[in-house]
């Protein structure tokens, strides 16, 4: 899932099963999302990832991707909490 705010255009959910996992799926996928965000002039892609998730952290990193100091913060608006 992705999509973008004008400004920035974001990658919400990329995920391969873990049997396909380095199989050349998920690069073409980010080839495919980064054409899109081009050729409607969005200057930059972010993705959301868990910082303790090394894998995917690593799979971006190859991919010319950097940590941002950005932080996310979050509010439940249903009642639930994160524990």
């Not at 959910?13 to 999302?33: D, E, K, S, T």
């Not at 969005?42 to 090394?54: E, Y």
């Amino acid at each position: 899932m992705m999509g973008n705010d004008g400004h920035r255009g974001w990658v919400y959910y990329l995920g391969v099963l873990p049997a396909w996992r380095r199989g050349g799926i998920a690069r073409p996928l980010m080839v495919q999302a980064e054409q899109w965000m081009c050729a409607r002039g969005v200057p930059k892609m972010h993705a959301m990832i868990r910082h303790d998730n090394l894998e995917v952290r690593s799979f971006y990193t190859a991919l010319g991707y950097a940590d941002d100091d950005v932080l996310v913060v979050e509010k439940f608006l249903n009642g639930q909490s994160k524990t």
